[in-house]
């Protein structure tokens, strides 16, 4: 098979093929480094890459697999996590000039699950600073967007977002505090998902808001979501806040029908200021899951208003205490976005950090009332990627701006730690052309309802497999 | 800075903040370095500037939270579901 075959495959696709031996993993990250070479310098995904590394990997998984001895469905398969994620031995920047020179002692819990499954990795993913929602300028630029590289491949994991359209690596790894797994995902047409507040631990990723960080996969596809969650999933003794949840088989969800399922979809709030390209492709997606037995249910979700602000404070408040040495030491090595609201969270007072997290008890306990009457919630997963400003002067908010989507649709899931994921639905009808994403919501932990109907949906279109042309 | 003067500036940025009820006043420079004393961080006044117009673009978001509310039963989450 020719290398330029293997870039957009996905995960699902290429592991048959590694296990029956008809390619081998030097080719594929052999595949993955050419692409890299060629596309990385006007994409910048990759802040790091440990070429010889991960060819020393894919010779050790090809010996295994030929002796027998196959972990599984991510074994020989090219992996990236977010350069937020520990590794040991290798440069982890957090994308800031205060961390840059960082090689950790110890290893993430999800990229170690990732190495013991098999999945080789191939180097560290571009991100905002310290994933905070500001800060372009970073340690090195930032990730531009495969599909028209004047655009943002919206963050903050924007290098895992990036990547995967680029035809990179099939499979990275994000995180999401305030929708930064899910706005890449969308904006890259590539499918997303924040699983249940615990469900994937956190120690060794770099914390942006012990309340809101979550750790997640990025994929070409929902089964490869599936499959790269069950690796990273379970409960970590590292991690006091990783759920002893039983984690269920998740492939199994991909053969779940979805007749009957009832789908929540907003009467209010959430669709102020949609794109009349972003509600088109919205009302396909619920015309076509309605064809395949979906029962749309109207739903409202009450005080969703308060999950930005809520959001606000308590990120805010949580970033600024991790990072008060460091502000002290080093403010001037910091994005002067990052720093700028970093600071201003020193005004928030307890009571405001009290009353955010009562809020979002109030929040969780409205969710829970709401999946009473539907299995999912769909949601915008806000409008095409943004044009990539590459100078931005003093507050990180331009004068008079457009209305922007409601942040709430977003800030929603990081709130009350209900999963959430997001896939492609469509793309702009006027130049230039930009993926489009839907959102799905569900109960806590019950991620395996999301991938029954991620997967159905992506049975019945094709948006997930295309790519950005100029990166073939 | 005398007790009076803390208060008065405490009570700006506080729950009954001129500043976030969204009137058109923003708080003072002095205002904000008070406050920021008091929570033992140093701000120059130039940056003491900037965050001015950063807070006074999210009063109304703040002001939210600060406006919600909530039964006397609802206690801060501990994060478990």
């Known amino acids: 098979m020719a290398a330029s075959e293997l870039y957009f495959q996905s995960a699902a696709e290429l592991a048959p093929l590694i296990q029956s031996r008809k390619i081998s993993p030097v080719d594929l990250v052999r595949a993955c480094l050419a692409q890299i070479d060629k596309t990385n310098p006007k994409v910048n995904a990759f802040l790091t890459v440990v070429g010889d590394r991960a060819m020393q990997q894919a010779r050790e998984a090809e010996r295994e697999i030929r002796a027998g001895r196959y972990r599984g469905p991510l074994h020989g398969i090219p992996y990236a996590p977010k350069d937020i994620c520990a590794t040991k031995g290798i440069r982890t920047t957090n994308g800031s000039r205060v961390t840059a020179d960082w090689i950790p002692d110890h290893e993430s819990t999800v990229t170690e699950r990732m190495n013991q499954a098999g999945a080789i990795l191939i180097g560290k993913l571009n991100l905002l600073e310290f994933a905070m929602g500001s800060g372009q300028k970073g340690l090195n630029g930032p990730a531009r967007n495969p599909w028209n590289l004047s655009y943002s491949p919206s963050g903050s994991s924007s290098g895992s977002g990036a990547a995967l359209a680029a035809g990179m690596v099939p499979l990275t790894i994000g995180t999401d505090s305030g929708g930064s797994i899910r706005g890449p995902a969308k904006s890259c047409g590539v499918v997303g998902l924040k699983p249940t507040y615990g469900r994937v631990s956190r120690y060794g990723v770099t914390t942006l808001s012990w309340s809101l960080d979550h750790v997640g996969p990025l994929a070409r596809s929902v089964a490869d979501i599936a499959r790269i969650l069950q690796v990273m999933a379970g409960a970590d003794p590292k991690d006091p806040t990783a759920s002893k949840a039983a984690v269920p088989d998740y492939s199994k969800a991909l053969a779940g029908k979805v007749k009957g399922l009832r789908m929540g979809v907003p009467s209010e709030h959430f669709f102020t200021h949609v794109h009349p390209d972003t509600d088109r492709a919205l009302r396909e997606a619920i015309f076509t899951l309605k064809r395949m037995g979906v029962e749309v249910v109207e739903v409202k979700v009450q005080n969703a208003a308060m999950c930005s602000a809520a959001s606000a404070i308590l990120l805010g408040s949580e970033s600024a205490a991790f990072h008060q040495k460091r502000l002290k030491e080093q403010a001037d090595q910091f994005d002067p976005l990052v720093r700028e609201r970093l600071e201003a969270a020193t005004f928030y007072s307890a009571i405001d950090y009290i009353q955010a997290l009562r809020i979002r008890t109030t929040m969780i306990e409205e969710m829970r009332r709401v999946f009473r009457s539907c299995d999912v919630l769909m949601l915008p997963a806000g409008n095409a990627a943004p044009k990539l400003d590459t100078e931005i002067t003093g507050t990180d908010l331009p004068p008079d701006p457009p209305p922007a989507p409601r942040p709430d649709a977003v800030n929603l899931a990081n709130v009350t730690g209900i999963p959430s994921l997001v896939l492609p639905c469509g793309f702009t009808t006027a130049s230039p052309t930009l993926p489009l994403g839907i959102q799905f919501c569900a109960r806590h932990f019950d991620e395996a309802t999301l991938l029954r109907i991620g997967h159905a949906y992506q049975l019945e279109t094709d948006w997930h497999k295309r790519y950005p042309p100029a990166m073939a | ?81």
């Open chain 2, 1 to 81: 800075m005398n007790r009076r003067r803390l208060l008065h500036s405490l009570a700006l940025t506080g729950s009954s903040a001129t500043l976030a009820s969204g009137q058109s006043v923003a708080t003072s420079i002095e205002a904000l370095r008070n406050v920021a004393i008091a929570h033992g961080v140093k701000l120059s006044d130039e940056r003491l500037r900037v965050l001015q117009g950063t807070l006074d673009q999210r009063k109304a978001r703040i002001q939210l939270v600060r406006d919600f509310e909530i039964d006397d039963s609802i206690e801060p989450t501990n994060g478990s579901f």
